[in-house]
């Protein structure tokens, strides 16, 4: 009786108030809503590169629409930076680290633009998952010294198994070209272990330095290496694309703003399942606006690549909380 009439006390919304406190759920919630954006962003970029193909004009390409979305990303974060004064300029971490993070964002976002005026958003999105395990087994070794062991191996090949039956098929058909499909799958491949490196180097940024900080050093490191990138191929903008490039600088303002809060509250392994609302709003974005229906080989190597990626990281996310709770050993 005590505990209903605790229940009934309690002031109505205090159960989702609870919920939002636990970093768990805000930390998904934030992943949830940067992955929305950056979907968004998608939609965008495929869109202008169908009606360049309709209309026969030359394509924005994917380093100038990097740029600009970069830019007016910049000048959407400033009001956000300049709320909090001149403080959100002082970095304690290195010019390096910050530099390094900017190059491997501009690397990925070039690429990942490159691979989704290419092909479909659901297939273009699916060859990323399916390289995250082994970026992840990879990336364990390299910087954690950890072994790949079974757990890792098998959602390794779980993973890879599902990017062959989303291509495969059309190549054993004929309907593709083993090279072409190859070519086309390394721009997704690429930008993936891009964005790896930079969701590392992040991660050990906000360790030093708030969120403002690190986003602003992001956007300003970025901006001159993708402007000297455009500037070798560069196409001015019909005066119908600029309000599109706008609203996409507005996405990835939100969508890193959303990241770096969620980097700050959980850990990148629990964060990585969350990371698949692109893959069901890629989907839902090519379906609604331009058609893509996915085909059944495309639905069902999803699966695999999703059931590779969630089972390895609960395994990961059990692991560490075994290690956590093991007792420390008594002091000689």
Known sequence: MADMSSALNRPIGSGLLEKWRDPAIRG??????????FSGINGFVRYFAIYAKETGLTPLPATELAFFETFFGLLFILPWIFSTGKSSFKTKNSFFLNFSRGAAASLGIILWFTGMSQMPIVQNVAFKYAAAPFITALGARIFLGEKCGWARALAIGTAVTGALLITGHELFEGVACWTDVGFLALFP?????????SAVIAKKLLKHDPPKTVVLY?????????GCACAF??????SWQ???????????????????????????TYLVPMSFTRLIAGAAIGMIFFSEWPTLWTMVGSFFILLATISLCKH???HMKIKQTLPLPAAA
């Not at 992001?218 to 993708?226: E, M, R």
């Not at 191929?233 to 019909?238: H, M, N, R, S, Y």
């Not at 706008?246 to 509250?265: C, E, T």
Request: hydrophobic share 60%.
């Open 28 to 37: 998904a919630l934030f992943k949830v809503c940067s992955c929305l954006s």
């Open 189 to 197: 491949l690429g930008a993936t272990a891009c964005y790896a490196t």
């Open 218 to 226: 992001l956007f300003l490191l970025s901006l001159p290496i993708l």
């Open 233 to 238: 191929q560069w196409v001015t903008p019909l």
């Open 242 to 268: 600029w309000p599109y490039l706008v609203v996409m600088g507005g996405l990835l303002a939100a969508a890193y703003i959303f990241l770096q809060h969620a980097y700050v509250i959980a850990d990148i």
């Open 316 to 318: 990961e996310v059990q």
